[in-house]
T-cell receptor, first 110, second 114 residues
Framework: GENVEQHPSTLSVQEGDSAVIKCTYS??????FPWYKQELGKRPQLIID?????GEKKDQRIAVTLNKTAKHFSLHITETQPEDSAVYFC?????????FGAGTTVTVRA | EAGVAQSPRYKIIEKRQSVAFWCNPI?????LYWYQQILGQGPKLLIQ????????DSQLPKDRFSAERLKGVDSTLKIQPAKLEDSAVYLC????????????FGQGTRLTVV
């Protein structure tokens, strides 16, 4: 089955700095890579996603890059703000099965 | 649109008791997932339905966990008997099911086994 590894497990950044989270996946058939944000006590919510035919996608301060050859993808958050503090999960989808990474706890320091 | 509904929100039971969780997916979503999220970890897929058929249940502890999806809509997840290590949040999610589409999550059920 699909194995998704995510690093780092925790990340502390100064407000205004950038944050980068990296994930690797094992199944070369994976074709959809969403990122979810989970605030404390709340449900995971999609913040950005990328498909295997695209190398990069950007949405305001958030961007995701995908390297299919190396089987890794990354989330980049620029100009971090206090409301970006949350747990972020990457995921990879194969045959509709959605497998998650272990999560990264991001703390933005004021 | 209405979101994924789950109940109950919280449940406390003693070990060896049984418990059931209910999920109502977004209307028209063919794919339904049940995830187990232990504190501090990512969601772990327990079972995935496509309409009312099981697509993947490889990580479902079948000796104690069972799930069904009636008429391809609502789903229930049952644990019998519960163990201490089953304490977790159980998340239900649904998607259109045509591959590569967003999964929408419910609020989850927080289970505490004492």
């Amino acid at each position: 089955g699909e194995n998704v590894e995510q690093h780092p497990s925790t990340l502390s950044v100064q407000e205004g700095d950038s944050a980068v989270i990296k994930c690797t996946y094992s199944d070369s058939a994976s074709n959809y890579f969403p990122w979810y944000k989970q605030e404390l006590g709340k449900r995971p919510q999609l913040i950005i996603d990328i498909r295997s035919n695209v190398g990069e996608k950007k949405d305001q301060r958030i961007a995701v890059t995908l390297n299919k050859t190396a089987k890794h993808f990354s989330l980049h958050i620029t100009e971090t703000q206090p409301e970006d503090s949350a747990v972020y999960f990457c995921a990879a989808s194969t045959d509709y099965k959605l497998s998650f990474g272990a999560g990264t706890t991001v703390t933005v320091r004021a | 649109e209405a979101g994924v509904a789950q109940s109950p929100r919280y449940k406390i039971i003693e070990k060896r008791q049984s418990v059931a969780f209910w999920c109502n997916p977004i209307s028209g979503h063919a794919t339904l997932y049940w995830y187990q999220q232990i504190l501090g970890q990512g969601p772990k897929l327990l079972i995935q339905f496509q309409n009312n058929g099981v697509v993947d249940d490889s990580q479902l502890p079948k000796d104690r966990f069972s799930a069904e999806r009636l008429k391809g809509v609502d789903s229930t997840l049952k644990i019998q008997p519960a163990k201490l290590e089953d304490s977790a949040v159980y998340l239900c999610a649904s998607s259109l099911g045509d591959g590569g589409t967003e999964a929408f999550f419910g609020q989850g059920t927080r289970l505490t086994v004492v």
